[in-house]
């Protein structure tokens, strides 16, 4: 059986659910760099609230990044967010999404997405919106990863639970790596 390496892991879900905690583990484990989440930068420098066009600004600079990830030899690469994110949030905010979004979430090149599960607690940060709802925003993506037939695992438990799981998944379904 041929691998294909690097395996690219994409985190996703719901804000406040430890998906760049887990990104910087996993880089830190793997010896590797990470794709951040390039909303945060973004909405950090804005002086007014955003609005569509800024998540389409946001949208446009992280499928740059995302396909300019350097894989530098590893044979890991993690994406701390990546398109379903913001298709979700343009959907779920605004009630509509442009179709090269869409098309960019089903023909990104992830083998595996981590989706991390809303059973920590919520933590305030003036960039998140949604402290009431993760639960309903985990349903919608995990409907869509199973939609667009997605190879997901869901990442549950506190932090440190997480990390030793997705370990303990990977090693169990992706030896090679290790």
């Known amino acids: 059986m041929k691998v294909k390496l690097p395996i690219k892991i994409g985190i996703t879900g719901p804000e406040s659910t430890g998906k760049t905690w887990l990104a910087e583990q996993l880089a830190n484990y793997f010896k590797t760099d990470y ?12 002086d007014r609230p955003y609005n569509y066009d800024d998540v389409i600004e946001i949208a446009k600079k992280q499928w740059e990044m995302i396909n300019k990830q350097p894989t530098n030899n590893s044979k890991v690469v993690i994406y701390d967010t990546e398109m379903l994110v913001i298709y979700i949030w343009l959907i779920y905010k605004y009630k509509k999404c442009p179709q090269w979004i869409t098309d960019a979430f089903h023909r990104q090149s992830i083998d595996l997405y981590l989706l991390c599960y809303p059973d920590i607690e ?57």
Do not use: G
């Open 35 to 46: 794709t951040p989440e390039y909303a945060r930068e973004y909405l950090l420098k804005l």
């Open 122 to 178: 919520w933590n305030y940060d003036p960039l998140r919106e949604n402290p009431d709802n993760r639960l309903e925003l985990f349903n919608i993506y995990e409907n869509e990863l199973i939609k667009a037939k997605k190879n997901y695992f869901i990442v549950s438990q506190q932090l440190e639970h997480r990390f030793v799981n997705v370990l303990n998944y990977l090693k169990n379904n992706y030896p090679y790596i290790f």
